[in-house]
Structures are given as C-alpha cells and as structure tokens.
C-alpha cells in the first residue's frame, strides 16, 4: 500500500527558509495531487497547498507568497519550501495524497516537527 | 481562528452515541462536500468520511456523516475506548479557493 514519509531539518532559524521532502512508498506519485498540511503545537490543521504530479500547483492565499511546492517524479518525492519563517510556522508538517473531486486526503504521512528558533 | 467551527470538546460513555458539529457558510458546506478526519496525537490523521457520508475502506459503519445547510455533523454511535481522538471537519471554500478545516473536537471516551 501507498505510504508518505516526510523528511528535512526539524529546526530552521528565523528569516530562512523551511525545506521538507514527502517520499512516496508503495506506489506511484503519478495521476494524484500531492498536498502539504501542518498543524501548529495546540492548534488545528492548516492546509498549505498541492501539487498535480504533472507540476501544477495551488496554494493557501494566506501562504502564497512564501510558499513553492515542487515534484520529481523520477524519485517519487514532492517538496515544501516555505521561505522567511517566523515561529509562527513552527508546526508539525504532514504530507498527503489528495484524491477525489471532493479534496479528501486518503493517505497522510506521519508528520514531522518543526522548530523555528535562532 | 478556523473557517470551520467545531466544539472543542465533547464526551461520552463506551456504548452511547456521540455527535460532533460543524459550522460553516454558504462557501463552503454550503455548497461544497465535507471530508472529516481522525487523528490521534503522535500517528497519521486518518480519512474517516469523504463526500459528506461516504465511507472509506476499513471504516466501521458506526461512524457517520450528514450535511444540512451550511453545518455538516459526525456522528459516531457504539462509543469504543478506541475512538478517543481529535477529529477535524474539512471543505473546499469556492471564495479563498483553498480546502479549510475545522479547529478540531477532542473526543474523551469516559
């Protein structure tokens, strides 16, 4: 079966720029889009934008101007880069495979924390 | 503050029937399927209801969904020990063009 596992540093420091990488397992990124979701310590979950795995994207318009999302398909893998981070992005990144017309997330990796501190 | 509203909290005995609410507008539930997840601190959330009342694979029948309106409602009847956990409404909104979420429910199984 189809898992996601996200990866990248779990501490950034303020003003630079967060990069995560979902691995997709067990399948093929081909014909889904491919979404990342982070949920801030004591808060709900905040989407931040996807990625149709032929490049297409679309973002949250509160994240837009900071945020690029990207996919190798030769590697089974999408990326987050979300640049200028304040602690307020600190979170737990999840990605997630969107499926449908109705935007349900089916398949979610397991998360990883993310620190933003000097 | 969440697009979506939910309670905060809710509660209820092993056995018993338990709903948890969503609140929404005319942008959103109103016009727009709802998608509800679970999610235990610490694993991957979990597809719990897509399409407003659709089950996904592996999903008991005990849980529920339904829409009315611009409010969506999960309903989860025999209450398990098992089923303490966050859950989370979620919907396209057609004027910020983006999936939204609720704040989530804390559900104690007491």
Known sequence: QVQLQESGPGLVKPSETLSLTCTVSGGSISSYYWSWIRQPPGKGLEWIGYIYYRGSTNYNPSLKSRVTISVDTSKNQFSLKLNSVTTADAAVYYCARRVGANDAFDIWGQGTMVTVSS | ?110
């Open chain 2, 1 to 110: 503050q969440s697009v979506l509203t939910q309670p905060p909290s809710a509660s209820g005995t092993p056995g018993q029937r338990v709903t948890i609410s969503c609140s929404g507008g005319s942008s959103n539930i109103g016009s727009n399927a709802v998608n509800w997840y679970q999610h235990i601190p610490g694993t991957a959330p979990k597809l719990l209801i897509y399409s407003t009342n659709q089950w996904p694979s592996g999903v008991p029948d005990r849980f529920s969904g339904s829409k009315s309106g611009t409010s969506a409602s999960l309903a989860i009847s025999g209450l398990q020990s098992e089923d303490e956990a966050d859950y989370y409404c979620a919907a396209w909104d057609d004027s910020l063009n983006s999936p939204v979420f609720g704040g989530g429910t804390k559900l104690t199984v007491l």
